[in-house]
């Protein structure tokens, strides 16, 4: 008996709100306590395709249900008429294996708990007034990272780059008809930051979009491009120099994210250890300790988000009798 | 357009025959030849339970799709009345990503791959005229072995000894049913071998079953219940005496499968390299040499069966028009 949610279910049951929150927050905590059981990311690259699907999987100890991930990025798709984004979750009972659910949300739950990860970065690690965000980056994360980051602080102005000043134009025009907020665009990255709060960075860049020197005191930096050993949005030095360096895991930031470039140049140790965000969630001492701080979050995305937002989507699905059951 | 199967149904199209010999051989002779993307698997260990999930993956270039694997085992389920097995797989377009299907098949379409590689590995290693089979254990496995065996050798008997004579016995009464061959029963794998042609392991044991002291000039050994670290159905020093050696991947039976424990214990060096299933396939020369050689396949199961099997089902299942669209 396995409930099969299609996508249309799934955005019906999981829409951003603020429960969503300590949700995501409880899973990075388990993950800091070691309370979990998260492998390394199993990944298939298809390069004829410039394509990579990527699997997720994390127990988190005490639940009853732990979800298996895959998620995909076919980057010819737009191409094709296609959204490049794709994937689905499976829920397995932690005790039996058996298979109570699959999600073929098309990547929706992964966009919705990377956000949520953001937002939760800033709400820990931001100066609390912070009132301007810049964003690097046009598409479904810069929406929905800005969309998460409004149930954390109070946004006003939104402030935005990308690589191709026409989408940041559409990007803006969409955006405004949802948020009533002050939005810019921008035709490069220096003006873009110099009077921002908070940088949200969500591109598939391979090279660095952003200087430490162009960096305002004071801001707070949420670096979600990043999953890839190629992928990198900041310059290392901005790792090497910042405050507060927090992954969500560093055991994946290391190969994963911006903290693999900071150490490939040798500009951080490979034996350093930071707190990651489950810790700072735990004792918000180990975030920003002035207002000048310049602090940065490492986002890779990890299996115990998988899990903890399945696990919910799947629980007011079965609440609400959506789905079919094979 | 995902079009969801359930096990009724993939049972219904794949069952034990001829045809998948090609299939499964040929899935073998891509990964030999370096024309696969194949990553390590990852496994999520439920300790609490006696519980683990396996996530397997592999593209085989020049397809149009490709499978992710997700294979359970919870072996404290027979307490609670259900099967220790449990698993689906996921067949994605090798182009584009987007899921074409998902197998709930339970781990059926595992089992059946499995048991067809054990019979590829008899095809090409056991002594033509082979007619004796003793067989270690009395599970799925045991039965699916002996039954895709019978498809390329003419089996005439059946040694059967498992670690409860109980089962054993209960093996042989229903195997009798579909099998007009002469089943024996015995209560030590001393003498199981004693006149066996071929050997063919299917348990989970963590400590060796057998000896080489025990084994007749000329068997071929399959041994495909390794598939984890601390797993060992066979004496280290057999793989080092036995005179033909072919794992189906060396990448995982270095560390999952015989291989491991013999290398463990230093009787084989760990940078020997050995001509794994598929190079045998392809040139049979580098298989068995004399009708007196001793042989042993290592199997641990690899992610390029499950893609060969998913895209089989799938053709049929489609062809057939089965399953539900979601």
Same mark, same amino acid.
């Given at each position: 008996m396995t409930l099969i949610l299609n996508s249309t279910e799934i955005k019906d049951c999981v829409k951003?709100?603020?429960?969503?929150i300590p949700i995501i927050e409880d899973a990075f905590k388990s993950l800091s306590l070691g309370k979990t059981v998260m492998p390394p990311i199993l990944r298939v690259d298809i390069e004829k395709y410039h394509g990579e699907s990527d699997v997720k999987a994390a127990y988190i100890e005490g639940l009853d249900s732990f979800a298996v991930k895959v998620a995909s990025g076919f980057f010819n798709n737009p191409k094709l008429g296609l959204p490049s984004s794709n994937g689905l979750m499976i829920l397995l009972d932690?005790?039996?294996?058996?298979?109570k659910s699959v999600l073929l949300d098309k990547g929706y739950l992964t966009d919705v708990r990377t956000a949520i990860a953001g937002a939760i970065a800033s709400k820990y690690l931001? $100066?609390?007034?912070?009132?301007t965000v810049a964003i690097i980056g046009a598409g479904i994360q810069a929406r929905m990272q800005l969309e998460a980051l409004t149930l954390v602080r109070d946004i006003k102005n939104v402030n935005v780059w990308s690589r191709d000043i026409e989408k940041t134009h559409v990007y803006i025009e969409n955006m405004s008809k949802n948020f009533n907020l002050n939005f810019q665009a921008f035709d490069n990255t220096d003006d873009l930051v110099k009077n921002a709060d908070i940088l949200i960075t969500t591109t598939p860049s391979k090279?660095?979009?952003?200087?430490?020197?162009?960096l305002p005191r004071g801001i707070h930096i949420t670096a979600?491009?990043?999953?890839?050993?190629?992928?990198?949005?900041?310059?290392p030095e901005i790792i090497e120099n910042c405050d507060v360096y927090v992954p969500d895991n560093q055991a994946q930031t290391m190969i994963l994210g911006e903290l693999n470039h900071a150490i490939k140049r040798d500009s951080?140790? $490979?034996?350093t250890i930071f707190n990651d965000l489950g810790k700072v969630i735990i004792n918000?001492?180990?975030?920003?300790?002035?207002?000048?701080d310049i602090s940065v979050a490492d986002l890779t995305g990890t299996g115990v988000q998988d899990t903890a937002i399945a696990r919910y989507a799947y629980a007011i699905a079965d609440k609400k009798k959506l789905g079919i059951i094979v």
């Open positions: 951003f709100n603020k429960d969503l932690s005790q039996t294996g058996v298979i931001s $100066n609390p007034e912070s009132s090279n660095p979009l952003i200087k430490y020197s162009s979600m491009g990043s999953d890839a050993e190629e992928k990198n949005e900041l310059d951080i140790k $490979n034996d918000s001492k180990l975030g920003r300790k002035n207002h000048e």
